[in-house]
């Protein structure tokens, strides 16, 4: 089992930053992938960004690439989403994942999830 908890939602200008943090605990931190996914009211979990066991991997999705970055300390057991120029479409609640294996996109691939951490961007 691993344990996944999230932190550092908050309210947000739009054009402003927030940096997201999940802290894992249980298994090897860094026998994971880990994902970032988001949820907004009325709509489905998406992917958002996902990084591989060592860091060495990235994988976003196109409407966050170059504003969003995902990073892991696997000597911290953390996962971190760094989110600058916050756009009005990105309020949602944040949740992180971990799975086993590789990498992935998919909702139904991990394993683990948080109990989400929300987002607002006002306008």
């Known amino acids: 089992q691993v344990q996944l908890v999230e932190s550092g939602g908050g309210l947000v200008q739009a054009g402003g930053s927030l940096r997201l943090s999940c802290a894992a605990s249980g298994r090897t931190f860094s026998n994971y992938a880990m994902g970032w996914f988001r949820q907004a009211p009325g709509k489905e979990r998406e992917f958002v960004a996902a990084i591989n066991w060592s860091g060495s991997s990235t994988y976003y999705a196109d409407s966050v690439k170059g504003r969003f970055t995902i990073s892991r300390d696997n000597a911290k057991n953390t996962v971190y989403l760094q989110m600058k120029s916050l756009k009005p479409a990105d309020p949602a609640v944040y949740y992180c994942?971990?799975?086993?294996?590789?990498?992935?996109?998919?909702?139904?691939?991990?394993?683990?999830w948080g109990q989400g951490t929300q987002v607002t961007v006002s306008s």
């Open positions: 994942a971990a799975r086993t294996y590789g990498s992935s996109r998919a909702v139904g691939e991990y394993d683990y």
